[in-house]
T-cell receptor
Framework: DTEVTQTPKHLVMGMTNKKSLKCEQHMGHRAMYWYKQKAKKPPELMFVYSYEKLSINESVPSRFSPECPNSSLLNLHLHALQPEDSALYLC????????????FGDGTRLSIL | EDKVVQSPLSLVVHEGDTVTLNCSYEVTNFRSLLWYKQEKKAPTFLFMLTSSGIEKKSGRLSSILDKKELFSILNITATQTGDSAVYLCAVGYPPQGGSEKLVFGKGTKLTVNP
C-alpha cells in the first residue's frame, strides 16, 4: 500500500454520468498531481496543484475538472467523458512543487461505456 | 521538443542475470532524473539523481547519471522473479520557472524467468 490513497480503485461510467475521483495524502505534502496512463504507455501529466492552487493545466479538456479542497485532498470531477478517456488515473504528491520525488497512489482504473 | 528515451523497451532474462537499463534525455532546464518501478499499480520510487558521476545504490539496484552525455543507467544484479516490472525513467524540470514537471520515458518491461 502507498501513502497516497485513491478511491475508488475501479470505476465504470456511462458517457452522460458525473463522477469524481478522490485522492488523499497525509505526508504534509503541498503539491499534488493528476496523471493519466493508458495501457502500455507512461503516465502523462494532467494537472499540478501547488499550495492548493492550480499551477499547471496541460491543456486538459474541460470534461475533467480538478479541485483541491485542502492540502491533503485532491479531487478530479468527471462529466460527459468519451470512451477514449478510459485509462488508469494516478494521483501523486510531493513535498512542494519544486520537491521531488513524487509519490504515487495506486490509481483509479476508469472505464467509459 | 523535450524527450526521454529508454532502451531496450523489453528485456527477458533468467534469474541470477545482471541487467542494465538505459535512459537518455533531451530536456531544457533539466533538474533531476528519477527511476520508478511499476508493477500493476502505482509507480514506486527507486532513485533520484541530480549530480553526475555519483552512484546511488539500494540492495541489488544501482543507478548513475552522466549529465554531460545526457543519460542514466539502472543496474540490477542477481535478478529475481520479483524484479519483473516496467521500469520508468522520468526527468524533472520546471517549465518557465514554474512548478516542476515530470516527463516519462516509455519504460523498459523486464521479465525475469525462473
Amino acid at each position: 500500500d502507498t501513502e497516497v490513497t485513491q478511491t475508488p480503485k475501479h470505476l465504470v461510467m456511462g458517457m452522460t454520468n458525473k463522477k469524481s475521483l478522490k485522492c488523499e495524502q497525509h505526508m504534509g505534502h503541498r503539491a499534488m498531481y493528476w496523471y493519466k496512463q493508458k495501457a502500455k504507455k507512461p503516465p502523462e501529466l494532467m494537472f499540478v496543484y501547488s499550495y492548493e492552487k492550480l499551477s499547471i493545466n496541460e491543456s486538459v479538456p474541460s470534461r475533467f475538472s480538478p479541485e483541491c479542497p485542502n492540502s491533503s485532498l485532491l479531487n478530479l470531477h468527471l462529466h460527459a467523458l468519451q470512451p477514449e478517456d478510459s485509462a488508469l488515473y494516478l494521483c501523486a504528491s510531493s513535498q512542494d512543487d519544486r520537491g521531488l520525488p513524487q509519490h504515487f497512489g495506486d490509481g483509479t482504473r476508469l472505464s467509459i461505456l | 521538443e523535450d524527450k526521454v528515451v529508454q532502451s531496450p523497451l523489453s528485456l527477458v532474462v533468467h534469474e541470477g542475470d545482471t541487467v542494465t537499463l538505459n535512459c537518455s534525455y533531451e530536456v531544457t532546464n533539466f533538474r533531476s532524473l528519477l527511476w520508478y518501478k511499476q508493477e500493476k499499480k502505482a509507480p514506486t520510487f527507486l532513485f533520484m539523481l541530480t549530480s553526475s558521476g555519483i552512484e546511488k545504490k539500494s540492495g541489488r539496484l544501482s543507478s548513475i547519471l552522466d549529465k554531460k552525455e545526457l543519460f542514466s543507467i539502472l543496474n540490477i544484479t542477481a535478478t529475481q522473479t520479483g524484479d519483473s516490472a516496467v521500469y520508468l525513467c522520468a526527468v524533472g524540470y520546471p517549465p518557465q520557472g514554474g512548478s516542476e514537471k515530470l516527463v516519462f520515458g516509455k519504460g523498459t518491461k523486464l521479465t525475469v524467468n525462473p
